[in-house]
C-alpha cells in the first residue's frame, strides 16, 4: 500500500483553538514532519466552509496551501481531494496547476470531481446545479486540462465550457502531464469518466463498497478499451490509533471535547460517530493494520489517512507510523 496524509486546514473544526496567525505554522509543520518521514503524499480539501456545520472557524483554501507546500517541501507529492471543477474555470486551474507542478519540480497530483457541499455553493454564488450538470462540467472539464498540459493549449466548444485556444504555458514538468485522481463512485457518468481519463480513482473504502466500485470501473474499462489495471485505485480513511483500546477511547473523547463547543450535542455525536461505527483505521496498530491488509488483497492500492487531532498531538501518527505503515509499505 501506498501512504497520503490529509494536513488539517480547519475544514473539519481541525485548527480550533489555534490563532489564526498560528495556523499556517501547525499546518507547516505537518507538512514538513511527513516531507521528512515515509509518506508518499500530503493532501487537503477543497472546501470554504467547515463541516458538518458552517462556522466561523477557518478553512484554508486549497490551492492556496498547494502552492505554499510546493515551495516548502522537496520530496512528498501534493495533492487535494478533491478539487471541485465548478469552482474554477478548467483552462484557468490547469494553468495554476502547472505553475505549482513547476514550484514543486513535478511533485502536483490533480484530484476532480463534481462537487456536492451545497451551502458553500451558494454562499460564494456558484448556484447548485443538478448532478447531470456537474458531472458535465467534470467530464469537459478534464478534457480541457489534458489538453492543456500536453499540448500547452486548449480548446474546446462544449456544453459548459467554450476555450479557443488557451494557452498553458510552461508545461507541466511530469512528462504526460499532472496525474488526474477522479474521485467519487458515481457509477455511471463518474467511474466513467475515470476509466476515460484518470490515472487514479477515489471511492467508497468500505470493503464491500470497494469491491463494488471497482467492479463497475472493471467493465467500464472494458466498454472504453482502457487498461483496469493501469488505474491506482484508492480510498479515504479517518484515523485513530491507540496502544491499546483504552487509548482509543480517550483520543475518540478528545476530539470529541475539542469540537462539541462549535458543533453543538446532536452534531457532535454525528462527527465523533465517524470514529465509532466500524471505522477500518480506528483501533489498535494490529486491529487497523489487519483490516488495511484485507484492503490491499481486494485491489487497495493507496490510502489517504485523516488524522483529527494532529493539529494538537502528533503522538497517534507517530504510532501509525512507527507500526502500521511498515507492515503494509
Known amino acids: 500500500m501506498r501512504f497520503g496524509l490529509f494536513i488539517p486546514q480547519g475544514w473539519r473544526h481541525d485548527l480550533v483553538g489555534i490563532d489564526p496567525a498560528e495556523q499556517w505554522g501547525a499546518m507547516h509543520a505537518l507538512a514538513q514532519h511527513a516531507d521528512a518521514g515515509e509518506w508518499e503524499s500530503i493532501w487537503v480539501y477543497d472546501h470554504f466552509h467547515t463541516v458538518p456545520v458552517p462556522s466561523e472557524q477557518a478553512t484554508h483554501e486549497a490551492w492556496t496551501l498547494m502552492s505554499a507546500f510546493a515551495a516548502t517541501t522537496t520530496r512528498v507529492r501534493l495533492g487535494q ?10 483552462a484557468y486551474l490547469a494553468k495554476v496547476a502547472a505553475t505549482v507542478d513547476i514550484i514543486s519540480r513535478g511533485r502536483t497530483e490533480m484530484g476532480i470531481g463534481g462537487g456536492w457541499y451545497e451551502h458553500e455553493w451558494r454562499a ?55 496525474p488526474i485522481w477522479v474521485a467519487g463512485g458515481g457509477e455511471k457518468v463518474t467511474l466513467r469518466i475515470a476509466a476515460e481519463y484518470a490515472q487514479y480513482t477515489n471511492f467508497d473504502g468500505s470493503p464491500e463498497g470497494f469491491e463494488h466500485k471497482s467492479a463497475i470501473l472493471r467493465g467500464h474499462c472494458a466498454d472504453a478499451g482502457t487498461d483496469f489495471g493501469a488505474i491506482t485505485r484508492s480510498a479515504n480513511y479517518n484515523v485513530i490509533v491507540g496502544r491499546d483500546e ?3 477511547a480517550e483520543r475518540i473523547a478528545a476530539v470529541r471535547a475539542r469540537v462539541l463547543p462549535y458543533l453543538g450535542e446532536e452534531k457532535t455525536e454525528a462527527f465523533v460517530g465517524e470514529y465509532t461505527g466500524g471505522a477500518l483505521a480506528v483501533g489498535t496498530p494490529e486491529q487497523v493494520t489487519e483490516r488495511l491488509a484485507d484492503m490491499t488483497k481486494r485491489g487497495l492500492d493507496y490510502g489517504i489517512f485523516y488524522f483529527p487531532e494532529a493539529a494538537y498531538d502528533r503522538s497517534g501518527l507517530e504510532l501509525f507510523e512507527r507500526e502500521v505503515i511498515p507492515a503494509l509499505s
Open 246 to 248: 483504552a487509548e482509543v
Open 81 to 90: 481531494m478533491c478539487t471541485c471543477m465548478s469552482y474554477r474555470n478548467p
Open 124 to 178: 460564494y454564488g456558484f448556484d447548485f446545479p443538478s448532478v447531470g450538470t456537474r458531472l458535465g462540467r467534470l467530464r469537459e472539464g478534464v478534457d480541457i486540462m489534458r489538453q492543456a498540459w500536453t499540448t500547452g493549449s486548449a480548446t474546446l466548444d462544449g456544453t459548459h465550457y467554450q476555450v479557443a485556444g488557451a494557452i498553458v504555458r510552461p508545461l507541466p514538468l511530469q512528462r504526460g502531464g499532472i
